[in-house]
Nanobody, 123 residues
Framework: QVQLVESGGGLVQAGGSLRLSCAAS????????MGWFRQAPGKEREFVAA????????HYADSVKGRFTISRDNAKNTVYLQMNVLKPEDTAVYYC????????????????WGQGTQVTVSS
């Protein structure tokens, strides 16, 4: 099993940047496809980004494409989500998740989840 801990959330003004980290323990992140999801108040949790365990291909929701970047550092056993040009609609709790397969967009396929980190973007 793998344990995931997110960090890096906070309050930022619109147009600003944040980098979220997801530190893994118990197993290496290279053993999993890793994803980021978010849940805004009153809304369902939604897919944000993922990176494949097989070929390091990256996948993004249309709403964040071109602004967010997912990456992985095997030496630090950590996955990152660099978020640029943040908008108030990006406000949410962001979750890191891991799965052994390649169903990147389906949260039901992710077996392991972190506790989440709050991102708030003010206008």
């Amino acid at each position: 099993q793998v344990q995931l801990v997110e960090s890096g959330g906070g309050l930022v003004q619109a147009g600003g940047s944040l980098r979220l980290s997801c530190a893994a323990s118990g197993r290496t992140v290279s053993s999993y496809s890793m994803g980021w999801f978010r849940q805004a108040p009153g809304k369902e949790r939604e897919f944000v980004a993922a990176i494949s365990r097989y070929d390091l291909s990256t996948h993004y929701a249309d709403s964040v494409k071109g602004r967010f970047t997912i990456s992985r550092d095997n030496a630090k056993n950590t996955v990152y989500l660099q978020m640029n040009v943040l908008k108030p609609e990006d406000t949410a709790v962001y979750y890191c998740a891991a799965q052994a397969g390649s169903y990147y967009y389906s949260q039901q396929q992710y077996n392991y989840w972190g506790q989440g980190t709050q991102v708030t973007v003010s206008s």
